[in-house]
């Protein structure tokens, strides 16, 4: 891998071919702007290909794994068709980048996760969460269709009620909540996240590699053949980019007030 093309990841490596990946924006929360998000969608590529990992971890710098997509690029999409057209081409490769990624992938998810970052928090392979994190997908919210990751990876995860639920309201839970409800493995103390996740990643890395990732490729097979779900939902949630809903909901999210969607009025 060449970390020097990756200019918002910082990476280390660690003992026994674990790759330790932080989304390092934190004067930002590491919320995902268009650079950001080009690189985790080809990361995981890279990690697939790179003969000196064996498991990645990946969390954020600071307080947060990373608070959703950067406003300014959502006002920059909304509207732009050809920018709308880049995205769902790059959200695709993020997604099946990482079901398709034969190495481990473990999320050490240290505060909130919103948006892309939710993206990589949940598709990986093992995710655990500090207790006090707020996970979730607020597309509704901002006035766009669910596409990303949850139409496809939430209704495995969690059951179709509570994916309903949340991804309809678009109201966040708790780590604590994610893990009761079966969508992380583990939630812990926020200390003792990252150790936990590098524990893990250290006896993957040190097990049987081809039993580990053929058992990866298996279970992938739940995504892949939810792949139709995941394309239609990440279609929906680019022709919405292209409605007027989304304008009030990055309007309102600048202004700080609850949206007033042109679809919702009289």
């Known amino acids: 891998m060449l970390f020097e093309d990756y200019k918002q990841l910082a990476f280390e490596r660690r003992g026994n071919g674990v790759l330790l990946i932080t989304l390092d924006r934190p004067e930002k929360y590491n919320a995902a702007d268009e650079e950001m998000h080009g690189e985790l969608a080809r990361v995981w590529r890279d990690v697939h290909a790179d003969p000196d990992t064996r498991v990645a971890v990946v969390t954020g710098a600071g307080k947060a794994f990373s608070a959703g997509g950067d406003l300014a690029m959502v006002e920059r999409m909304a509207g732009d068709y050809d920018r709308v057209q880049h995205m769902l081409r790059e959200m695709s490769e993020l ?53 990303d990751h949850a139409a496809l990876v939430w209704p495995l995860l969690a059951g179709m009620a509570k994916a309903r639920y949340h991804l309809l309201t678009g109201e966040m839970i708790t780590g604590e909540e994610a893990e009761r409800i079966g969508m992380v493995a583990k939630a812990l103390p926020r200390d003792e996240v990252l150790p936990e996740a590098l524990r893990i990643a250290d006896a993957l890395a040190t097990g049987a590699q081809p039993a580990i990732r053929l058992t990866k490729r298996a279970l992938s097979n739940w995504l892949r053949q939810a792949g139709p779900v995941f394309d239609q939902s990440a279609a929906y949630e680019m022709l919405t980019f292209l409605g007027p809903d989304v304008v009030e909901g990055y309007t309102a999210l600048r202004e700080k007030r609850p949206p007033e969607f042109p679809s919702a009025r009289g």
């Open 95 to 147: 997604v099946y980048h990482m079901v398709d990624c034969e190495k481990p992938i473990v999320s050490a998810i240290n505060g909130v996760a919103v948006g892309a970052g939710t993206v990589v928090a949940l598709l990986a392979d093992i995710a655990i969460a500090a207790r006090d994190a707020r996970i979730g997908d607020g597309h509704v919210r901002l006035g766009v269709a669910a596409g």
